[in-house]
């Protein structure tokens, strides 16, 4: 038979520990913590406000994050979300990038900056030996990627 701590309302051997952990409290906030970082992680991509043009050109698709240098209304420079003077972008992309000129770069110009200014930036970066220059742009509404895809189909 199989002996019981308690006998007649009477404890045998004093205090027992116990040697279970309850982890459900730890995994509560690990879940907590992973949706706060699921929400937050796309907003944390490019912090620079930018107004895209919109287009339906076929998306690209790439394994590797790319670097993302974006224009502003104003016209300013930003990589990622660092603020560069034009002289200066491709010496910082170059230490960046540690001379990789196969490295993607993606260039998001807001649709109401000068076209000149955004051909200024992507000269300047293709002159440097990047090859792997592209544009960012926004679907407009309405059109879904099926829409897209059968439109780029036809053409």
Known sequence: MAGSLYSGGHRRGGYQPMSEINVTPFVDVMLVLLIVFMVTA????VGVPVDLPKTVAKSIAESEEPLVISVNLEGTIFIQETTVELENL????QAITENKVDTRI????????????VL??????NVA???RV???????????RKARESSSKTN
């Open 120 to 125: 200024e930036v992507m000269g300047n970066i």
């Open 42 to 45: 796309p907003l944390l991509t």
């Open 106 to 117: 993606y260039v998001r110009g807001d649709k109401g900056v000068s076209y000149g200014r």
């Open 129 to 131: 030996g990047f090859t």
């Open 90 to 93: 491709v010496p910082r992309l």
């Open 134 to 144: 592209a544009l960012i742009a926004e679907l407009p509404k309405g059109h879904s």
